[in-house]
Nanobody
């Protein structure tokens, strides 16, 4: 089992920045990839960015050049961060942290954190 706790959402004006954090605990050694997804009002959940255990990153086209995903490890947690710059109103969504364990094909999800960008 993997537990995910997110923090860092909030309200920001267009052009501003926010940094989301996610701490994964539990069976962290099984995690192959961590990432961030988002679900805007009336929309399906979509991938924002991912980072593998080897550090390879992938971004949605809509956030390339504006968002940066990173990760670090402590003894008991794997942490992932999403630095969001030049935010736009269309970035408004609930952002979810994700951890994927490939060997058992399981995705774990955080509780979600609201990001609201005002125009």
């Amino acid at each position: 089992q993997v537990q995910l706790v997110e923090s860092g959402g909030g309200l920001v004006q267009a052009g501003g920045s926010l940094r989301l954090s996610c701490a994964a605990s539990g069976n962290i050694f099984a995690i192959n990839r961590m990432g961030w997804y988002r679900q805007g009002p009336g929309k399906q959940r979509e991938l924002v960015a991912t980072i593998t255990s080897g550090g390879s990153t992938n971004y949605a086209d809509s956030v390339k050049g504006r968002f940066t995903i990173s990760r670090d490890n402590t003894k008991n947690t794997v942490n992932t961060y999403l630095q969001m710059n030049s935010l736009k109103p269309e970035d408004t969504a609930v952002y979810y942290c994700n951890a994927r364990v490939v060997v058992v094909n399981i995705d774990y999800w955080g509780q979600g954190t609201q990001v609201t960008v005002s125009s």
